[in-house]
């Protein structure tokens, strides 16, 4: 589309990410060295994923993921992760009613794979074999949260 100048103006919808980092992060060996030795079975690995966001500008939204996550339970605890990692999305040529679901589903899926490296690295420097954690879909974590929060009568609306 010309601008009036001679140029065109880019109408397409966009989604850049301005630049990613780790909020807050925590590894924790608590057993060790004990920990490190054989053990008598495989540990029970739990992980919860999170993800917030908060638009900072008209069009910039900071979008945080956080993953928490242990192998093995009580005294046999093996180790303990919590990762924050987050980004500075800008959103452009979006319709306004599709900006939400972008926001929590596209720029999450952006992050997982750095935050799944950071993960990854370090569990092995702990003494463990890397922890890959598998794929997540974001698009059903969504879905289910916006039917968790419709099955809410005093919920409050979905953020923008």
Do not use: W
């Amino acid at each position: 589309m010309a601008d009036g100048n001679g140029g065109t103006t880019n109408t397409a919808p966009t989604l850049n990410a301005l630049v990613q980092y780790t909020k807050d992060f925590s590894f924790e060996n608590p057993n060790a060295p004990r920990s490190l030795g054989p053990q008598a079975k495989p540990p029970q690995i739990s992980i919860q994923v999170n993800v917030n966001a908060r638009q900072v500008a008209p069009t910039d939204y900071e979008v945080e993921l956080l993953l928490e996550g242990s192998a093995g339970e009580g005294a046999d605890t093996l180790f303990k992760f919590e990762l924050n990692y987050a980004g500075l999305f800008r959103v452009a040529n979006i319709p306004q009613n599709d900006v939400h679901p972008v926001v929590m589903i596209e720029c999450p899926r952006l992050l997982f794979p750095f935050a799944r490296q950071i993960i990854a690295e370090a569990v092995r420097g702990g003494g463990f074999p890397p922890l890959y954690i598998d794929p997540i879909d974001f698009a059903t974590l969504y879905r289910r949260r916006m039917e968790e929060t419709a099955a809410k009568p005093d919920a409050p609306a979905a953020p923008t």
